[in-house]
């Protein structure tokens, strides 16, 4: 098994919004990110518990014409609300890293 931070070429977290974070996950060729499509472990359910919301609240698209994933999830605190520890969300990511690819 392999780690997605492995396989990727790019996993990346950023602001979707006020209320919302969308995370990049980019592949730099086809194998690779057919391997992690066919496995499913990309999906509304694992990144609910990764990062304790709702699946009902996840998005999540897999974009085969750019071999990437994008998916979405609510913030915890509305950007810059106070506790708001990632105004920009961009140290969000690193969850996503530790998936396991079979």
Known sequence: MARLAEMAALVRSKNAGPFSLTFDVLF???ATYERVKAAGVISPERVSLLYGCPAGSVLCFAVDNARAFKVT???RRVQGDFGDSDLH???QHAPLMSIEVP
């Open 28 to 30: 730099s060729d086809a």
């Open 73 to 75: 999830i609510p913030r």
């Open 89 to 91: 969300g961009g140290q």
